[in-house]
């Protein structure tokens, strides 16, 4: 295969066309900071007509290669039949929602349980901010305590009282053994730093000092267990085994947000690949496969706390007809025989494939993750947590190769720190396809960093 066929001329006229004329209402012209020039859609982002697969197709008749996948909930690719279907006929014979209990809410609950064994009882909703939120509440109304121990660089969704320290500059995050915690965005209360505490990552010694230090205030630790938000990062062998036992001695919670990990890198989300039980789990993301539906759960006595009203859950939207019937159909065709295997072992085979061409062209290069959600790393070694991730990000070429690969017409996350995301829809031609691109790409990214343009692509959020 011969990559320079395709040619690299991208037309975007209508894009921008469509970018302006949103703009007169829509604030920035976007439905989400992610989606903007400033998160490094430049100079404008793409505007979607339609798409299928593993294919998006921009509205000037563009086709992609599409590796960010909606951001992680497309496992089975774009427009999955089995769930379309199911969630089309849900709504065209009973409705979309009734506020009202119904058969699928059990079934839907029971689909979740059975693959995340944790997850002894659920309550679903539509994002993962919401059950973040409600799984905050739950542990701190468990344990009656209030503080929450969170990790520098994780993204645990919006709210108010989580959305801390997510992505903070060097400078702003201080000195590693006094971590300051620093607001992820104007307008949060500066309050309600007092209910958290910020660690790093991977570092067990500084757990260690935490707990022997404050462990007796923690309602909860919550965790992504890979952090994804971050490109992948892999915990540390024993590391997440550690903070298990820890949160367990000191009567603390332990919070795995798999809302991006989840039916993601194995038939059990990242609690089963790395064989630890959370107390509490939120997912989102894959769980509708493209359908905004959200859940959380854990312990049985936990979640009773739902049950007499001692601790408050609630929604218009909660477990709709919708929602459940995407979750029902989703579960159903990623359970399938084969389809963890087939997806991760695609993959590895991108992520292997592309560390080797970049190594090829003289450029130090790895990738962290697992197949079905990875990155591609100007550097090594490869990046443990936030700060050093954040040291390759600034000498990082990926803006380079975002763009190379962009005008070739594969569709990646702009920033370094970002994510591959792969899908059951990918095939083996795609994923070759993709590496006889990136070879193609390769030359310029070697020549960005002779010419030292290098460094973060935008904000990641
Ligand atoms: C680990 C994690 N938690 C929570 C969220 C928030 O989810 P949502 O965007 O559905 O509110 C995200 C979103 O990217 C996430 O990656």
Redesign the pocket.
């Known amino acids: 295969m011969n990559a320079s066929s395709v040619g690299t001329d991208r037309p975007t006229a209508r894009s921008r066309a469509l970018f302006e004329l949103a703009g007169e209402h829509l604030a920035g012209g976007v439905g989400s900071g992610t989606r903007s020039p400033r998160a490094g859609w430049k100079p404008h982002p793409l505007f979607v007509d339609h798409a299928s697969g593993s294919r998006v197709i921009d509205v000037d008749g563009n086709e992609y290669i599409d590796y960010q996948m909606g951001?992680?909930p497309l496992i089975l690719g774009h427009r999955p039949r089995a769930v379309i279907d199911a969630v089309t006929r849900t709504i065209s014979e009973r409705g979309s929602m009734f506020a009202l209990c119904h058969d699928l809410e059990g079934q839907a609950a029971a689909a979740i349980a059975e693959r995340v064994p944790s997850m002894e009882l659920v309550r679903l909703g539509n994002?993962?901010?919401?059950v973040?939120s409600y799984a905050l509440r739950f542990a701190r109304a468990f344990t009656a305590r209030t503080t929450v121990l969170r990790f520098e660089g994780?993204?645990?969704?919006?709210s108010d009282g989580i959305h801390w320290s997510a992505h903070p500059t060097l400078e702003e995050a201080g000195p590693l053994g006094r971590l300051s915690i620093t607001p992820s965005s104007s307008g949060i209360p500066p309050q309600l730093s007092e209910t958290l505490i910020v660690a790093p990552w991977n570092d067990t010694d500084a757990l260690e000092r935490i707990f022997a230090e404050r462990g007796s205030e923690i309602a909860a630790a919550i965790t992504?267990p890979i952090m994804?938000?971050g490109g992948g990062l892999m915990p540390a062998p024993g590391y997440l085994e550690r903070l298990r036992e820890l949160t367990t001695e000191h009567g603390a919670l332990l919070i795995f947000?798999?809302?991006?990990?989840g039916f993601r890198v194995a038939p059990g989300g990242a609690q089963e690949l790395l064989g630890i039980r959370p107390d509490l789990t939120?997912l989102?993301?894959t769980l509708g496969a493209g359908f905004?539906v959200?859940a959380f759960g854990g312990r049985r006595e936990i979640m009773e706390m739902a049950v007499d009203g001692r601790t408050m859950h609630g929604g218009t939207y909660n477990s709709s007809p919708l929602a459940c019937a995407a979750v029902i159909a989703a579960l159903h065709e990623s359970g399938k025989p084969g389809f963890y295997d087939e997806l991760l072992a695609r993959g590895r085979r991108l992520a292997d494939g592309l560390a080797a061409l970049a190594q090829a062209h003289g450029l130090p290069a790895c990738w962290t993750g697992v197949g079905s959600m990875f990155q591609l790393w100007f550097g090594d070694p490869p990046p443990t947590d936030y700060r050093s991730a954040q040291r390759l990000v600034q000498s990082s070429p990926f803006p380079a190769f975002f763009e190379e690969m962009l005008r070739r017409k594969v569709l990646l996350q702009p920033p370094q720190e970002g994510l591959f995301l792969i899908s059951g829809a990918h095939t083996d031609e795609d994923i070759a396809w993709t590496l006889v691109l990136a070879e193609e790409a390769m030359p310029a990214v070697a020549d960005a960093v002779r010419e030292g343009r290098v460094g973060p692509t935008g904000g990641v959020r």
């Open positions: 951001q992680g994002s993962g901010t919401e973040v994780q993204y645990h969704g919006w992504e994804g938000n947000d798999e809302v991006l990990t939120t989102a993301k905004p959200a």
